[in-house]
Each structure stands twice: as C-alpha cells, then as structure tokens.
C-alpha cells in the first residue's frame, strides 16, 4: 500500500507565513513582529476598527511612524495582509529589507524584482492583491459564494485603478511625496476622481443593506476601503465629508 505524504494530515498542518517588505522609518518601534495587527469588526455597522501593536489604533501606528506621511502611502495597502492575518487569528512572520543595504541582494530572489512578497513555505508569491485574495480565500474573507467572491474581486480592482488613476497625482502630494501645488491638484484630480469613487462605494453599502460591502459578513474589500478610507481623514481632514457613510 502506498501512502498519499501529501494528504496524510492536510487539516492539521498549518502553512508558515512570511511578509517581506521594505523597512519604513519607525516601524521598528511598533513591535509588529511580536504584537501582531487587531482589527475588530463592529457588528452590524460596516464599520472595522483596526488595532496596532499593544492595542493602539493603526492610525496611531501611522503618525509614530516618524509621522512621516509618505509611510502612509505604503501602510495603508500593505496592513491588509496583516489585517487578514489578525481576523483569522494566524501568526506569520514579519521580515523587513533596507532599501540600500539588504533589498539589493534579495531583489534577485524575488519574482517580480519587487516588494511585497508573501512567502508560503518557502514559495514566493508577488503582488499584494494577490497576496490578499489567497489569505482571504484561505481564510473565509472573499465570499461566501463565487457570485460575491467576484464582486469582492470587481471592487478591489476597481480600487486599483482608483488609487493608482489621476488620484495619485493629488494623493501623492497630499502625503508630500511628490511636488506641486496641493490646492491645484486637490481641485484638478482629488474631487473629481473621489467623485467617480466613492459614490460606487456608498451605492454597494445601501444595496447590500448589511453594513458590508458584499453580502452579509466582512470581506477583504471592506479591510481595504476601510483602511483607505482612514488613512484619507488622517491626511485630508475633510476630504470625505460629503460621503456620510464614511464619517
């Protein structure tokens, strides 16, 4: 009789996890490795408070990051692996590279030459959103269906190209980390393209009734707008004002 190794114990062997990313300023100071991220869903609100090392708010985590904004430029996609970690209560491992003295000689080892990337025993995969819709699959935070699983899909991406369209001319700026004349660019590609948006957002929130942007129960959609979203008050106090569900 010859025995199947592979599927012996496929329930009780959990994968081990590694994050690698780049080393910001500050961050040796939040403890992550040992404090993994909370976020705590708020039931029946839509609503997902996240927790930072030693129960502190991530916005908290962001501002003692040096209060360096442009960290906030990273922190805010790349906390959602985290996040997705911390609601299904498994640990990983977080590793972080200096740009200049240790991401050179690991850069090579990577698929796509570039950062993040999530190690599943000792397999790498690149892009975050990649990253994010394995951990939710895995995890039960896609959809409960594969209707809602692709809706979850439609607006992560939809997302994609909001945060990496024309918002990013003002955003960017806004974290001062490019240049140019903050008003100017608020008027010329922040509203306008908030305005395409986040009424798409609100929209989902009143049709699904639930408080979540997809069916009945949190996503990794909602860890990510949510998170965005936070970050957005943060730096533009005001900026979403007009948009109540997001207060």
């Known amino acids: 009789m010859q025995l199947d190794f592979f599927n012996l114990f496929p329930s009780s062997i959990m994968p081990k996890y ?5 080393q910001m300023r500050g961050l040796g ?3 992550f490795e040992r404090s993994y991220t909370r976020a705590k869903f708020l039931q029946g ?3 997902v408070k996240m927790r930072g090392a030693k129960g502190r708010g991530l916005g908290q985590d962001a501002e003692e990051m040096g209060r360096d904004r442009r960290g ?3 922190l805010a996609l790349f906390q959602l692996c985290r996040q997705i970690f911390a609601l299904a209560e498994v640990e990983f491992e977080d590793k972080r590279y200096e740009m200049e003295k240790e991401w050179p000689a690991f850069k090579s080892q990577t698929p796509f030459g570039q950062l993040p990337v999530l190690e599943v025993d000792g397999k790498f995969i690149p892009q975050l959103y990649a990253h994010c819709r ?11 269906t594969a209707f809602d699983a692709a809706w979850v899909d439609a607006i992560a991406d939809q997302h994609k190209d909001f945060y990496w369209g024309d918002f990013k001319k003002f955003w960017w700026r806004a974290l ?8 100017e660019l608020t008027i010329k590609f922040g509203i306008p393209e908030r305005d395409k948006f986040f009424p798409i957002i609100e929209k989902k ?4 009734g639930s408080g979540f942007l997809v069916g ?9 707008i949510s998170e965005h979203v936070s970050v957005i008050k943060r730096v533009v106090p005001g900026f979403l004002d007009a948009y109540a569900l997001f207060i």
């Open 72 to 74: 906030a430029k990273t």
């Open 216 to 224: 009945d129960s949190v996503t990794w959609a909602d860890l990510l």
């Open 45 to 47: 609100t839509g609503k």
């Open 134 to 144: 394995m951990l939710a699959t895995e995890f039960g935070f896609a959809g409960k």
């Open 176 to 183: 001062d980390a490019a240049e140019g004349d903050l008003d």
């Open 29 to 31: 100071e939040l403890n």
């Open 205 to 208: 929130l009143k049709e699904t």
């Open 18 to 22: 590694t994050l690698h990313y780049f």
